[in-house]
């Protein structure tokens, strides 16, 4: 399984990407994403074109708890050189470390 993160941001910004898949081959993937923060905040799981341009497919991914390792797993069927990312729905005061974790 491929895993990637940009490790632990401290007070990132709405947007800021957490995680990124760069482009994957078109097919069906398993994922998860796991993610730990010491503050309660929303991530948004995004599932990008393949001119990495516009989502295609977003969902909204609350952590409320403090230190919380959240892990979630989905089954995505992808389109050739699409990508996933983890980015921040708003400002955090604290500190997040989100990974992504896939497989075909």
Do not use: C, K
Request: no cysteine; aromatic share 6%.
């Amino acid at each position: 399984m491929a895993w990637e993160t940009e490790g632990v941001q401290a007070s990132p910004g709405a947007g800021v990407v957490l995680a990124d898949t760069g482009r994957l081959p078109g097919g069906h993937y398993t994922v998860a994403l796991l993610v730990w923060t010491d503050a309660g905040t929303d991530i948004v799981l995004q599932l990008r074109n393949e001119a990495n341009s516009v989502n295609r497919l977003s969902q909204v991914v609350g952590v409320r708890a403090t230190h919380l390792w959240l892990p979630i797993e989905y089954q995505i069927a992808m389109q050739t050189n699409e990508r996933l990312r983890l980015v921040m729905r708003a400002a955090l005061v604290g500190e997040i470390q989100a990974s992504l974790f896939w497989s075909p």
